[in-house]
């Protein structure tokens, strides 16, 4: 019998909260994240995507300037966020030993690689900051997590795009599972609102260009979505040993029931159109946690708000929960706060966790005219979630033909 | 050409900025490793930010001797001179 790992601690930080408690509230009222961009690389560039959901509490305000200077904005993301589930975990004494770190992103360091290659090209490698390889790394916030709590069971980077953050969630309870570890931090971390990946995305035709509009640019599974909004930020989890949580008397927020990863292998960007690799996915989690269709009250979607990414996933929620498939409550949350890549699967963790404890579901904005071909319970207005024992399940997907599901169960 | 002062208080500024020490805490007789905790890869950019508000060149072998803020104070006034 696999030992049962919890979750004791939660953290986030979002375009729409610097903290969990922000961040549920604003996902239960329904607040966009996505704002028209002040820089002047926006027109400098001549960028065809203006707008972004930011993190609305800027790092700095919350770590000192000294400890953010040795950390790319993606670092400094995951340290408040793992500092919040540190603390909401009440830990107060552990063996250091046996706490293990699993912090994902996307991309890692690009504005710091993309600084110090300016630097270089304008002063000289003498005037590149020598810090610059620690900051750009992508281990970068698994990294800094790991010395900022003295975690000494290893810290981990797992990396599969914007899988990533549910692929940490995944590593985590493996470890724990294992042996390896009695608790993880785990999460996912990303910063990439920078011109290049804009101009990159955009390349790919990835992003929402309703620059007029940008409050209602992240649409998920409504008829007029044309792309996904870049967001930034960070959320991160507390998973703990069962036994090693009752020890303490901790408060228990779910049970982390099961995890899966698969691969597509179809496509480098596109995703299986009949989200095959979705749905073996999402079937490995519910059985990785001995859960049936019939116990899944809420799914947390990938939904990124492209044309062609929600529909596969429509198709594998379909092959794997069956004719249950139309009772379940789903939400979009990026449709609020964008797509935070390599974060996206750890704050949507956060949210699925929440979601469970609080029995509620977050809402989805801006669907006015639902795609007939997705014709999924979309929650619009925030739903109370039913009494009794229920699991919720949250995707990701990224490219390279990642699929990552957690499978969260109430205690 | 700045005074001894002016190049103390100008690295007491860059130290500050690096590692958040108060600026008054940079003295001349204070090691830059035992008294002030800087770690080599802080020392090396308190280096770098010294050469541009300085205009001096100060090469790598170089930094090893330069044990205490008094050492960097008279190396930069050197070769400013």
């Excluded at chain 1, 975690?151 to 969630?169: F, K, L």
């Excluded at chain 1, 749905?279 to 492209?306: C, W, Y």
Aim: aromatic share 4%; with cysteine; charged share 20%.
């Amino acid at each position: 019998m696999a030992r049962k790992v919890v979750i004791t601690g939660l953290g986030a930080t979002t375009p729409i909260g610097g903290d969990v408690p922000t961040m549920w509230k604003n996902a239960l009222k329904g607040v966009s994240g996505a704002h028209t961009l002040e820089d002047d690389w926006v027109a400098k560039y001549e960028l065809p995507v203006h707008f972004a959901a930011r993190a609305s509490t800027p790092a700095l305000d919350v770590l000192t300037r000294v400890e953010a200077k040795r950390m790319d904005p993606s670092t400094q993301f995951a340290v408040v966020a793992s500092r919040e589930a540190w603390a909401d975990s009440g830990i107060t004494e552990i063996d250091h030993d046996r706490l293990a770190v699993a912090f994902a992103t996307g991309i890692g360091g690009v504005w710091t690689l993309l600084d110090a290659w300016d630097t270089l090209r304008e002063k000289g490698p003498r005037r590149v900051l020598p810090m610059t390889v620690p900051m750009l790394m992508p281990n970068g916030p698994a990294a800094a997590v790991s010395l900022d709590l003295g975690a000494r069971a290893g810290a981990h980077t797992p990396v599969s795009a914007c899988a990533s953050g549910t692929e940490a969630v995944h590593v985590g309870l493996d470890l724990i599972r294992a042996g390896k570890a009695d608790v993880v931090v785990c999460g996912g971390a990303e910063a990439a609102i920078h011109p290049m990946p804009i101009a990159a995305f955009a390349s790919m035709q990835a992003l929402s260009r309703r620059n007029d509009d940008p409050e209602h640019a992240s649409r998920p599974y409504d008829r007029d979505r044309d792309g996904f909004v870049m967001g930034e930020g960070a959320g991160a989890l507390v998973l703990e040993a069962e036994e090693h949580a009752l020890a303490r008397g901790a408060r228990i927020y779910a049970e982390l029931a099961g995890t899966s990863v698969t691969a597509d292998a179809y496509h480098i960007t596109a995703p299986d159109p009949q989200g095959l690799g979705a749905t073996r996915a999402l079937k490995a989690a519910m059985f990785d946690g001995r859960i049936q269709p019939e116990d899944i009250v809420h799914v947390n979607a990938h939904a990124t708000s492209t044309p062609v990414g929600d529909k596969p996933e429509y198709a594998a929620l379909k092959a794997a929960l069956g004719k249950h498939v139309d009772s379940v409550a789903v939400s979009a949350t990026k449709s609020q706060m964008g797509h935070l890549l390599g974060a996206s699967g750890a704050v949507e963790a956060v949210l699925t966790v929440m979601a469970i404890y609080d029995r509620k579901a977050p809402v989805t904005i801006n669907l006015e005219n639902q795609d007939p071909e997705i014709p999924l319970d979309v929650v619009t207005t925030a739903r109370d979630l039913p009494a009794g024992s229920i699991a919720a399940l949250s995707n990701s997907f990224g490219f390279g033909g990642h699929n990552a599901v957690i499978a969260v169960r109430s205690v | 050409m700045a005074s001894n002062e002016e190049i103390l208080a100008g690295l007491a500024e860059i130290v500050n900025e690096e590692t958040g020490l108060a600026a008054e805490a940079v003295e001349m007789d204070k090691s830059f490793t035992e008294d002030l905790d800087i770690d080599s890869i802080s020392m090396m950019t308190i280096v770098v930010n010294a050469e541009e508000k300085f205009g001096v060149r100060i090469p790598d072998e170089e930094v090893k001797n330069l044990k205490t803020v008094g050492d960097a104070v008279s190396f930069i006034a050197n070769a400013q001179a």
